[in-house]
């Protein structure tokens, strides 16, 4: 993954709460079991005028001229519910998003943001709304994890996210580099274990 330690970026704002993973990428849009080209799917249902089709629906907010390379994204309560799929997120951050802001997040949806590498940022519903207010003049939001801190003009507004999520996001990464970290002590482990329980490890 590619750290991310800070960022600067026109916030979009799509406030509505309940956003699920089939809002976010509807199965239809599912065709592959990659990574890669899901972005022109990401919010079909509302980005195009039709099911199936890509006709632009210049109404909505990520289709606006202004909405262009931005990276964050502000969302409602329990953003990212619905189904486990992975594609809701690779779909993201194929589109070229780093970071969602929301009151709350689906628990699963949290999970695979983080595994990703997208910061899913946890802010009273006041503070995004108020993040969402600059987006009509172009003023940019920051976000600094080293710090907890998003930032808008003189506004701070400070959160919380567990430790190892933190971690993966900043260092770039996965659970498992994690792990391998502590791979003296796990060897370790393992050879007391074996002298205690050599039976365990006794092969055919």
């Not at 309940?18 to 972005?39: F, H, Q, Y």
């Not at 391998?180 to 482990?189: N, P, T």
């Amino acid at each position: 993954m590619i750290p991310l330690t800070s960022l600067e970026s026109k916030a979009v704002p799509l406030l509505r709460d309940n956003i699920d993973t089939d809002a976010i990428i509807p199965s239809r849009e599912m065709r592959s079991v990659s990574k890669d080209g899901l972005a022109d799917g990401l919010f079909a249902g509302w980005r195009y005028t039709a099911i199936g089709g890509r006709e632009i629906n210049p109404d909505f907010v990520l289709n606006r001229p202004e909405s262009k390379g931005a990276r964050i994204l502000l969302g409602g309560a329990n953003f990212g519910c619905g189904s486990s799929r992975e594609h809701a997120v690779w779909a993201l951050a194929e589109y070229g998003f780093r970071v969602v802001i929301a009151p709350s997040f689906s628990p699963i949806f949290q999970g695979n943001c983080i595994r990703n590498g997208i910061a899913p940022i946890v802010l009273p519903r006041e503070a995004v709304e108020q993040i969402a207010a600059g987006f009509a003049d172009g003023t940019k939001a920051q976000v600094d994890l080293l710090a907890s801190e998003v930032r808008m003009g003189p506004a701070v507004f400070p959160f919380t996210m567990e430790d190892e999520a933190r971690t993966m996001l900043i260092e770039g990464a996965d659970a498992i580099e994690l792990t391998l970290r502590h791979r003296s002590e796990i060897d370790a482990f393992f050879v007391r274990d074996a002298a205690d329980r050599p039976w365990i490890y006794l092969s055919d």
